[in-house]
């Protein structure tokens, strides 16, 4: 029988994506879902010690569950970092101990952290001790070819014991540090679920989250007979209405399933208003695409959000034109079939 955790802040989430979970990108998946918690992309400490803080951590407040994710190595940066997060108001703090790229190794952080669960810990409790906001912890299994689970046992449970911590996403994947590239590391080392599995069985006081390779709700209702929770990654974005039914079915949630009609319009009106402030709404768009795959006349559609050509337009225009693209492609299907 499936543990009742429909009241887990962790139960379901939307993985941290360079590049793509953007403030914009979050507005979307939040007009989808409104209880899957969501994550920044990393934000290292140096550009929060030395750039432009309010671009980096600014966010709408319809975005809640908000986590923000840091990458860095320094307890003392780490530390004054998580301040920034709980005086901009997000709702949990987490440290990158799991991307594998070079340019993040050259930093000392990310997935080579692995090897140092003490200094770890350090970090943790050092963030811990500056906010009273949840401090959690995003890795992977293993590093290069260590594929013993006593690694990421002893890992987990260094940083439990020592930082303090007491939730952890686990990249069911090792993070090779040499001869992959950070696309390679999310698709060649081979997915080891059932370490999650165990960790949760060896720790069961503490909150375990699985990632990597999830696409599915059968998989993730399976998975959640396992752990505390489920997070999702590319999957969400490429396909983000698989997520339209994620409220009521696993967090027990009322409210009818937006259709995708509904969740476009939603996101043309927040469109329009970036256009308003002055932000080209082109910035918002291109997290739409994955929105009608599968749907007649998808194809079209897409080609019309995505024309360079038209973002002299508003947003509710190119919508218009969208619309009638897609209808035209399906061979006059009634707008209702597409929604």
């Not at 329009?272 to 194809?299: E, F």
Request: with cysteine; proline share 5%; charged share 20%.
């Amino acid at each position: 029988m499936e543990i009742d955790r429909a009241h887990n802040p962790w139960r379901l989430s939307v993985a941290p994506m360079m590049d793509w979970t953007d403030r914009h990108c979050r507005v979307l998946h939040r007009l989808i879902t409104q209880h899957t918690r969501l994550y920044t992309e990393m934000v290292t400490t140096g550009a929060l010690l030395h750039g432009d803080v309010p671009r980096h951590l600014d966010f709408s407040a319809q975005e809640h569950p908000l986590a923000l994710q840091l990458g860095g190595s320094e307890p003392a940066d780490l530390a004054h970092c998580a301040k920034l997060a709980e005086q901009w108001g997000y709702d949990e703090v987490n440290l990158n101990c799991g991307c594998p790229s070079e340019r993040v190794q050259r930093g000392a952080f990310g997935a080579c952290l692995m090897a140092e669960p003490e200094l770890v810990a350090d970090c943790v409790k050092a963030m811990r001790d500056a906010t009273t906001l949840p401090v959690t912890v995003k890795h992977r299994i293993g590093i290069d070819r260590v594929e013993s689970y006593d690694f990421v046992r002893d890992f987990v449970g260094t940083v439990a014991a020592r930082g303090g911590c007491e939730v952890f996403i686990v990249h069911a994947r090792n993070a090779w540090l040499q001869g992959l590239s950070p696309k390679e590391n999310r698709e060649v080392p081979p997915l080891r679920h059932e370490m999650a599995w165990r960790l949760k069985a060896d720790f069961p006081a503490l909150t375990i989250v699985i990632n990597g390779g999830i696409t599915q709700d059968e998989q993730i209702a399976e998975h959640l007979q396992h752990v505390d929770g489920v997070m999702l990654g590319r999957h969400a974005y490429h396909e983000p209405f698989a997520m339209a039914a994620w409220d009521q079915r696993f967090f027990d949630a009322a409210a009818a399933v937006p259709t995708r009609e509904v969740i476009e319009q939603a996101y043309v009106e927040y469109m329009a208003q970036l256009a308003a402030q002055g932000v080209p709404w082109s910035h918002a768009s291109r997290h739409l695409l994955g929105l009608r795959n599968g749907q007649p006349g998808a194809r079209r559609w897409r080609q019309v959000w995505s024309d360079h050509r038209l973002k002299l337009l508003s947003p509710q225009q190119v919508m218009t034109q969208a619309a009638q693209a897609a209808q035209a492609a399906a061979g006059s299907a009634p707008l209702a079939a597409l929604a």
